[in-house]
């Protein structure tokens, strides 16, 4: 049974779990719910780099960051549909497109719909994130055919505040709401390892399993640290403040219970993870990945080094059926 009433008590049991019976919990409601052995490949195109207003302490696509990253203009749409076709013949179900703004502006809009359009009509899922939306804004990526809006809440609601003030919690959650008015399917996770305390994990998997539907699509990112950021200028420092291999899988685990029907993915962070401890999370119900050599502007762990693994583990990309629809609210 699906819930939305998880209390942070119950969440931070599932938490001080022993290991194997937190993950021996977590695959058997995967299995309840989720083809054992198959995994989702998506991958994810950087259409507008750099040059974001907000001051997101683990972003170097801040202008607030020191990374001498340069900002781009949004892409051309024949760019991305020519992007989207070779992440498809690569094995990739899934396109997710996203571009370093605060909030899309109403000009970029037209572009924006003609490459949804462009990759639905491959036959793949698309994913937008373009940071804050206007119920307007998400009425037309609806009506283009988007499938799913992701916009992260990053961390729990008490630590929020500390990894970013140019925009609040309450903000992210309005714009989750649009979406789910507009009838799009919500992508939404975080970031771990920025520092933060198991609370703050069990915080963070409390809000979205509260939400009042969980979102489809969960990724659970290991951070990044980028020297010039923040974040990563502070765990260059203090090292041990990184969460370990095991912690991050107890929190994928936690996500999977908490969100049974949700696609749980194990996104950025991946490419330094060894083969055991991603064989872990998908043990653990992690079932969609990045593929690809990179991710927005970070590494990835990259196509051939995906095969080999799947091949290893015996998993198979997740292909083939259509994206469910959801029906607007009322």
Sequence with gaps: MTRNDWTRDEIAALFDLPFGELVFRAQTVHREHHAPDQVQMSTLLSIKTGGCPEDCGYCNQSV????????????????????????????????????????????????????????????????????????????????????????????????????ITTRSFEDRLDTLEHVREAGINVCCGG?????????????????????????????????????????????????????????????????????????????????????????LCFMAGANSIFTGDKLLTTGNAGDSADAALFARLGLTPLVGEEPMQMEAAE
């Design 64 to 163: 607030h960051a020191g990374t001498g990253l340069k900002a781009t203009k949004l892409m051309d749409v024949r760019a991305v549909l020519q992007a989207a076709a070779q992440a498809k013949d690569n094995g990739s179900s899934r396109f997710c497109m996203g571009a370093a703004w605060r909030n899309p502006k109403d000009r970029d809009m037209p572009a924006i719909v003609e490459m949804v359009k462009g990759v639905r009509q491959m036959g793949m899922e698309t994913c937008m994130t373009l940071g804050m939306l206007t119920p307007s804004q998400a009425a037309m990526l609806a009506d283009a055919g988007l499938d799913y809006y992701n916009h992260n809440i990053d961390t729990s609601p008490e630590r929020y505040g500390e990894v």
């Design 191 to 279: 970031i771990v390892g920025m520092g933060e305390t198991r609370l703050d994990r069990v915080g963070f998997v409390h809000a979205l399993a509260t939400l009042p539907r969980h979102p489809e699509s969960v990724p659970v990112n290991a951070l990044v640290p980028v020297k010039g950021t923040v974040l990563g200028d502070m765990l260059a420092d203090t090292p041990l403040a990184k969460i370990d291999d095991i912690e991050f899988v107890r929190t994928i685990a936690v996500a999977r219970i908490t969100m049974p029907e949700s696609m749980v993915r194990l996104s950025a962070g991946r490419e330094s993870m060894s083969e055991a401890t991603q064989a």
